[in-house]
């Protein structure tokens, strides 16, 4: 009875593993964290394509905004060298020339304004995008360092689902038919059936056992039940 009782916990244990590693490839947890991941992912990647194509479109305004100052200031030079050089004692002309050459300065002013502002707007961009790549590493890293965890896990959860199957099969070959019997009427009732036995308590429930199970339990001839909760128990060695 002793190596039969023996078979039988080991049944029991590998009954916990077949379960438990089921129970991982039923969870579906770390899937939604994979969707959440990558969905963040692809979120911040549209914010930053979105900031990459503003980019290219102010480092163009801003190329442009340049070559028109370019322009205005090429046109000012040669006014100035008109007013220094070719205008000589014509007052009007000298008049006429000179608010043409103001109204160049102011332009280049707002001009200029415009390109400090397009200029702060493209760092901005830069910054942002900057910011948002360094996101999208995390992410990506995040997501394929879960995904390798998952794979790992289902990988060893199915060894474990292999290894005890085989292994409750061969189990249920060499146990006793009745033995079995008490053992999955006990589990229909227990999610735990075998329970150890300290002293004269069972582990199961917590509760002490008669002075005359503790007896038949330490024969070892038979099956024995717990008195409270009806565990299959076993002296604690």
Do not use: W
């Amino acid at each position: 009875m002793k190596k039969e009782f023996e078979l039988l916990v080991e049944f029991d244990e590998n009954k916990k593993i077949l379960k438990e590693n089921l129970k991982i490839l039923e969870d579906k947890t770390v899937y939604e964290i994979l969707k959440e991941v990558k969905k963040s992912y692809e979120k911040n990647k549209e914010e930053y394509n979105l900031l990459v194509k503003q980019l290219k479109e102010t480092s163009e305004l801003c190329e442009n905004i340049s070559k028109e100052i370019e322009g205005v200031e090429e046109e000012l030079n040669e006014k100035e060298d008109i007013l220094l050089n070719h205008c000589g004692s014509d007052i009007h002309k000298i008049k006429n020339t000179e608010n043409i050459i103001g109204t160049l300065k102011e332009k280049v002013n707002l001009i200029n304004k415009e390109l400090d502002t397009n200029l702060n707007e493209e760092n901005n961009y830069k910054q942002e995008i900057k910011i948002i790549s360094k996101e999208l590493t995390k992410l990506k890293e995040k997501f394929f360092d879960l995904k390798k965890k998952l794979n790992e896990k289902v990988q060893i959860a199915n060894k474990n689902i292999e290894g005890s199957t085989k292994r409750i099969s061969l189990l249920q070959d060499k146990i006793p038919e009745e033995i079995l019997e008490i053992y999955f009427e006990t589990r229909k009732k227990r999610k735990e059936p075998i329970a150890k036995l300290r002293e004269h308590t069972c582990l199961g429930c917590k509760l002490g056992i008669s002075a005359v199970t503790l007896d038949e339990c330490k024969k070892g001839n038979k099956i024995i039940l717990c008195d409270n909760c009806g565990r299959i128990i076993f002296l604690d060695k």
